[in-house]
């Protein structure tokens, strides 16, 4: 009941407006605070005026975000400077999502990267964020995916919808967003874990899509970025992928960053 008490007589009188009701996620104690967006922070600002960042120390992976465009050499601009191998005819490519920025193209048949991480996640709090552009949505489509997929994330043609999938991590164990992948249009996509929680937040262009429940262990160290070993190879773009260890760098709504991470 909205503005009454079915017990009773007592009745509400006034205004009222953006009534929310959230449930699988708890959204405080962080607030919205003017935050200047950068490279390395969140724009999330807790209740002791700091900010959720992003330091050398705990990025594992960044990739997709430079080189020349044509050259197949793909590099990690984390400090791990792990070595990725190209499969197929995977490139460098300077179509992206803002000036400035490269990306890697997929063509669909074959191409894939993909490399060992410095690091497991296991299961404490991590971010994976990506832009994406797909040139087709038919079909499965994976963006990414740890050991084949335990978990991976990607566009599930069986739901027509952004997915998720980690066998013993996720109830289903398929987890389905709200929304379908867009074609021939950049989107962001950010995965975030929240451990005290147990849930993964789902964003797609900094606006919350959805929150699951999430108990997987990413215990592995094995990383593809186009592939998960089903052959549903993804047709189309990824830019500025990075993969954050034992932060949930998002809580709320953001803005994307749209220049080359570094």
């Not at 590099?75 to 490519?93: F, H, K, P, Q, R």
């Not at 990306?103 to 993909?114: E, N, Q, R």
């Not at 052959?231 to 949930?248: C, E, F, H, P, Q």
Request: aromatic share 14%.
């Amino acid at each position: 009941y909205i503005g009454g008490w079915r017990e009773g007589n007592s009745y509400y009188g006034g205004h009222m407006h953006d009534f929310r009701f959230s449930n699988g996620i708890s959204r405080f104690p962080y607030y919205a605070s003017p935050v200047t967006l950068t490279t390395t922070n969140s724009g999330m600002t807790k209740p002791d005026g700091t900010t959720v960042t992003v330091t050398a120390s705990n990025v594992t992976l960044l990739c997709c975000h430079t080189g020349s465009a044509g050259s197949t050499t793909i590099t990690d601009g984390s400090s791990n400077s792990t070595s990725i191998t190209t499969n197929g005819n995977a490139v460098v490519s300077n179509f992206a999502p803002g000036s400035g920025m490269k990306s890697v193209y997929f063509d669909g048949s074959g191409d894939y990267l993909s490399c060992t991480l410095a690091d497991t996640l296991g299961t404490n709090d991590w971010t994976l964020e990506f832009w994406v552009y797909l040139r087709a949505i038919t079909g499965n489509h994976i963006f990414c995916a740890f050991n084949g997929y335990a978990p991976a994330f990607y566009r599930r043609s069986g739901s027509s919808a952004l997915a998720v999938y980690h066998n013993g991590g996720i109830s289903s164990p398929y987890y389905n967003a709200s929304a379908d992948a867009t074609a021939n249009k950049w989107f962001h996509m950010a995965y975030c874990h929240d451990t005290s929680e147990n849930v993964m937040n789902v964003f797609r262009d900094g606006s919350l899509l959805d929150t699951f429940t999430y108990t997987g262990n990413i215990s592995t160290t094995s990383f593809k970025i186009g592939d998960d070993g089903t052959s549903a190879w993804m047709d189309g773009y990824i830019s500025n992928l990075r993969i954050v260890k034992d932060t949930a760098l998002y809580t709320q709504n953001f803005t994307p960053v749209t220049s080359a991470l570094q």
